[in-house]
């Protein structure tokens, strides 16, 4: 099972941009879907976007298009998230997550179909 940990977040002023990094060991990520939820205290965790790593194909949450980016990093093993035009409900705490891929990367996305988790990083978007 891959493990995941998260970085790049946060603060940041409303209208700013930040970068989260997803980096999985254990496990070649060639056949996975990785996905960024977030979650805040009380709230339902939400998919913000999704990837197949190798279909190249991606989902995003309504709350999030045109603004967020999913994509393979540089470095081996790596997901970005790209967040630009931040707005204060985009704060959250972010987690990362990994799954084989077995469904459609929406369906992935939207129903939560993810077994492996990091720990999560905070983001706060605030004046």
């Known amino acids: 099972q891959v493990q995941l940990v998260e970085s790049g977040g946060g603060l940041v002023q409303p209208g700013g941009s930040l970068r989260l990094s997803c980096a999985a060991s254990?496990?070649?990520?060639?056949?996975?879907?990785i996905g960024w939820f977030r979650q805040a205290p009380g709230k339902e965790r939400e998919g913000v976007s999704c990837?197949?790593?190798?279909?190249?194909?991606?989902y995003y949450a309504d709350s999030v298009k045109g603004r967020f980016t999913i994509s393979r990093g540089n470095a081996k093993n790596t997901v970005i998230l790209q967040m630009n035009s931040l707005k204060p409900e985009d704060t959250d705490i972010y987690y990362c997550a990994g799954e084989g891929l077995y469904l459609p990367i929406k369906d992935m996305c939207a129903r939560d179909r993810f077994g492996s988790w990091g720990p999560g990083t905070q983001v706060t978007v605030s004046s």
């Open positions: 254990g496990d070649t990520l060639d056949y996975y879907a």
């Open positions: 990837i197949s790593i190798s279909e190249g194909s991606t």
